[in-house]
Structure formats: structure tokens, C-alpha cells
């Protein structure tokens, strides 16, 4: 009588199915006829590391042949009173604007050139994208937070005078307007980006009417997106909670000063302000800059030892190019960007390595597909 063979015996014997093989594209993406024409995008180097990382993203748009152009205005600084009518126009054409940081003077009366360029082309929203790359270690894991923030009023409005000799008052100007706006700015991403909740930073505990408003508007847009979760938190126990747990946030919707410092912090604890990418956004025009660029941007000796990270900018450069709806560009130095950091020869010093900024740029254009 035969024996039965084992089963151990009989998946050795069995030859092994063939395993399906990868997708290696998603489902194309079909353009309109004319998608491809070369797009202009305005460009402000800016000041401190601008130049330099701003000249990395063109390097890198060369080589990848992207079908964007630059008119480049390189007499834009931030102790200038006002953004060159030039180059307003040239943003209002073009739409799109690439921007180096522009260092705002500390006191003097000198208004942010930042601020004045937001409120001339009404770009209400800021957006900061916060999150852990492969291969960059950190403190905290599965980070992932978009900081949307309110950018043309509260304490940024610049409202400011001397009543009495000794007594300054400024005030923090909100809107329900633009309150309910940014609020449906922040419900409309996290929907179309498939995000599951939007947190409410405020400090309506204290600041009854102006927060309250805001959180009154946050309230109102959150129940037409009933798939999205909706919940609040005191700006001072959400710096506490993103230091000690911050994977528990995803989209955070903000008024304008809270959001700046929730942004820099987010930044701070995914990586670095060095790699994390953003951009300012209206109805009608869109300028992407560094996401977070706090204690960088004039760090001279940056520049003098030509040491400036680019990848924040560069990835939002990947955004910009969704943005004009370049998908497959945007693809593939998002890819090149991240193969580059998780390699981990090619780092600047903010990251823990030594390169140069144009050690970098050669080995994103090296990596590119």
C-alpha cells in the first residue's frame, strides 16, 4: 500500500503559481488638447538662501524638461515698502508664482512684503504639508498634517497705533467672510484629498467673539461634509499635543497667527523646515513657497558656505506642478526628491549630512526616471 505523500512534500512537489505581476502605471491621466504648452510661472528669488534654492528648482525643471517657463524678477527684497507693480501684473497673468523667502524686518514700521504680496492677489489660504520621509529619522512616526491657515486677517492685519506715548494697540481683525472661506477651503481639501478629519485650532475660551466667530464658521461647513470628522482645540493643548502625539492630526484649519506657529511646529517635528513644502492659494492666483521657513531662510552662512536645503522648495515645485496639472512631472520629482532622502548620501547639514545645495540638485536630477 502506497503511502500518502505529506503535505509539506506536496507543496514542494507542486509547481508554485505565478505570481500576478505589478501594476506599473495607475490609469493614465488624459489631457485636453493644448495641456502641454509650456506655462509661464513668475519667480522671485527673494533673499538669503532664495537665490540659491530657487535656482536649484530651475536646474532641476531643465532636466526634467518640464513645460514651464520662468520670468524671473530678481530686484525683489524684503525691505522694500511694496511688491513692484511689474510684478503684480506678472503673477495676475501668469497665475502661478514660484517664491524665495523674503526676510521681513523686525520692527522699524516696515510692512511684510509676504503679507502685502497675500493681500494684493487676495491668496487667503496658506497650506503646509508636515510630514515623515523615508529614510529622515524623527522623534515621532506617521506624521502626516496639512496646517491650512487663514492668511489676510486677525492679528496679521497690521492695524496698528500709538494711542498714548507708551500705549500701542494693535488689533485682530475677523470676518465671518473670510472666516467661513477658509473653512470651506479646509473641508473642500481634505474631501478632494481623501483626508478623514479636520481639526479647528482656536482660543475661543478666551477670545470670545473674534474666535468665536471662527469656530461659528468651522461649525456651519462642517455639517455639509458629514464623511469628514469634525472637532476643536485650544491652540495652547494643540502645541502641547503635537509635540507629545502628533500622528492623532491630519488637516488643521486655522486663523492666521496661530497657524504660523502650528505650521513651524508641525514642520519641526516631521523633519525640518527644510523639507517641508507650501503654498498660498486664492481664487484666482497661487505663489508656492518653503511650507515652513522659520530661522532659515536668512541664514547667511548658508549662502556663503552654499549650503541651503532645496528639497522643501522643490517639493513645492511638485506641487506646483499638480497645481497647473502636470501630474507625471510632478510624479517624478516628488519620486527623485524622496529616492534622494532616503538614500541618505546626499544631505544638507540641517539633515545631518554635509552637501552643498548643488550636491543635492545633482543627485535629484541623477535620480530623476
Same mark, same amino acid.
Given at each position: 500500500?502506497?503511502?500518502?505523500?505529506?503535505?509539506?512534500?506536496?507543496?514542494?512537489?507542486?509547481?508554485?503559481?505565478?505570481?500576478?505581476?505589478?501594476?506599473?502605471?495607475?490609469?493614465?491621466?488624459?489631457?485636453?488638447?493644448?495641456?502641454?504648452?509650456?506655462?509661464?510661472?513668475?519667480l522671485i528669488p527673494g533673499d538669503g538662501i532664495g537665490p540659491l534654492v530657487t535656482n536649484?528648482?530651475?536646474?532641476?525643471?531643465?532636466?526634467?524638461?518640464?513645460?514651464?517657463?520662468?520670468?524671473?524678477?530678481?530686484?525683489?527684497?524684503?525691505?522694500?515698502?511694496?511688491?513692484?507693480?511689474?510684478?503684480?501684473?506678472?503673477?495676475?497673468?501668469?497665475?502661478?508664482?514660484?517664491? *524665495?523667502?523674503?526676510?521681513?524686518? %523686525?520692527? !522699524?514700521? $516696515?510692512? /511684510? &512684503?509676504? =503679507?502685502?504680496?497675500?493681500?494684493?492677489?487676495?491668496?487667503?489660504?496658506?497650506?503646509?504639508?508636515?510630514?515623515?520621509?523615508?529614510?529622515?529619522?524623527?522623534?515621532?512616526?506617521?506624521?502626516?498634517?496639512?496646517?491650512?491657515?487663514?492668511?489676510?486677517?486677525?492679528?496679521?492685519? *497690521?492695524?496698528?497705533?500709538?494711542? %498714548?506715548? !507708551?500705549? $500701542?494697540? /494693535? &488689533?485682530? =481683525?475677523?470676518?465671518?467672510?473670510?472666516?467661513?472661506?477658509?473653512?470651506?477651503?479646509?473641508?473642500?481639501?481634505?474631501?478632494?484629498?481623501?483626508?478623514?478629519?479636520?481639526?479647528?485650532?482656536?482660543?475661543?475660551?478666551?477670545?470670545?467673539?473674534?474666535?468665536?466667530?471662527?469656530?461659528?464658521?468651522?461649525?456651519?461647513?462642517?455639517?455639509?461634509?458629514?464623511?469628514?470628522?469634525?472637532?476643536?482645540?485650544?491652540?495652547?493643548?494643540?502645541?502641547?499635543?503635537?509635540?507629545?502625539?502628533?500622528?492623532?492630526?491630519?488637516?488643521?484649519?486655522?486663523?492666521?497667527?496661530?497657524?504660523?506657529?502650528?505650521?513651524?511646529?508641525?514642520?519641526?517635528?516631521?523633519?525640518?523646515?527644510?523639507?517641508?513644502?507650501?503654498?498660498?492659494?486664492?481664487?484666482?492666483?497661487?505663489?508656492?513657497?518653503?511650507?515652513?521657513?522659520?530661522?532659515?531662510?536668512?541664514?547667511?552662512?548658508?549662502?556663503?558656505?552654499?549650503?541651503?536645503?532645496?528639497?522643501?522648495?522643490?517639493?513645492?515645485?511638485?506641487?506646483?506642478?499638480?497645481?497647473?496639472?502636470?501630474?507625471?512631472?510632478?510624479?517624478?520629482?516628488?519620486?527623485?526628491?524622496?529616492?534622494?532622502?532616503?538614500?541618505?548620501?546626499?544631505?544638507?547639514?540641517?539633515?545631518?549630512?554635509?552637501?552643498?545645495?548643488?550636491?543635492?540638485?545633482?543627485?535629484?536630477?541623477?535620480?530623476?526616471?
Amino acid at each position: 500500500m502506497a503511502r500518502r505523500a505529506s503535505p509539506i512534500l506536496k507543496r514542494l512537489i507542486q509547481p508554485s503559481p505565478t505570481p500576478l505581476q505589478p501594476f506599473l502605471r495607475s490609469v493614465t491621466y488624459m489631457p485636453r488638447p493644448g495641456d502641454g504648452a509650456p506655462r509661464p510661472v513668475t519667480l522671485i528669488p527673494g533673499d538669503g538662501i532664495g537665490p540659491l534654492v530657487t535656482n536649484a528648482v530651475e536646474q532641476v525643471m531643465e532636466a526634467m524638461h518640464a513645460p514651464v517657463y520662468f520670468e524671473r524678477y530678481d530686484e525683489v527684497h524684503g525691505d522694500m515698502k511694496r511688491v513692484p507693480q511689474e510684478v503684480i501684473d506678472s503673477i495676475r497673468k501668469n497665475k502661478v508664482c514660484l517664491k *524665495g523667502g523674503l526676510i521681513t524686518p %523686525v520692527g !522699524g514700521g $516696515v510692512s /511684510s &512684503l509676504n =503679507v502685502l504680496l497675500r493681500k494684493e492677489l487676495d491668496l487667503y489660504a496658506s497650506l503646509v504639508h508636515c510630514f515623515n520621509l523615508a529614510g529622515l529619522p524623527t522623534r515621532h512616526e506617521n506624521v502626516d498634517i496639512v496646517v491650512i491657515r487663514e492668511n489676510t486677517e486677525g492679528e496679521y492685519a *497690521g492695524l496698528e497705533h500709538e494711542v %498714548v506715548p !507708551g500705549v $500701542v494697540e /494693535s &488689533l485682530k =481683525v475677523m470676518t465671518k467672510f473670510c472666516s467661513e472661506r477658509i473653512a470651506q477651503y479646509a473641508f473642500e481639501y481634505a474631501y478632494l484629498n481623501n483626508r478623514k478629519k479636520v481639526t479647528a485650532v482656536h482660543k475661543a475660551n478666551i477670545m470670545k467673539l473674534a474666535d468665536g466667530l471662527f469656530l461659528e464658521s468651522c461649525r456651519e461647513v462642517a455639517t455639509k461634509y458629514p464623511g469628514i470628522k469634525y472637532n476643536e482645540i485650544i491652540v495652547d493643548n494643540c502645541c502641547m499635543q503635537l509635540v507629545s502625539k502628533p500622528e492623532q492630526f491630519d488637516v488643521m484649519v486655522t486663523p492666521n497667527l496661530y497657524g504660523n506657529l502650528v505650521a513651524n511646529t508641525a514642520a519641526g517635528i516631521a523633519g525640518g523646515t527644510g523639507v517641508m513644502p507650501g503654498g498660498n492659494v486664492g481664487a484666482d492666483h497661487a505663489v508656492f513657497e518653503q511650507g515652513a521657513s522659520a530661522g532659515n531662510v536668512g541664514n547667511m552662512k548658508l549662502v556663503e558656505q552654499r549650503k541651503a536645503n532645496p528639497v522643501a522648495l522643490l517639493l513645492s515645485s511638485a506641487m506646483m506642478l499638480r497645481h497647473l496639472q502636470f501630474p507625471s512631472f510632478a510624479d517624478r520629482l516628488e519620486t527623485a526628491v524622496k529616492r534622494v532622502i532616503s538614500e541618505g548620501k546626499c544631505r544638507t547639514k540641517d539633515l545631518g549630512g554635509d552637501s552643498t545645495t548643488q550636491e543635492v540638485v545633482d543627485a535629484v536630477v541623477a535620480a530623476l526616471d
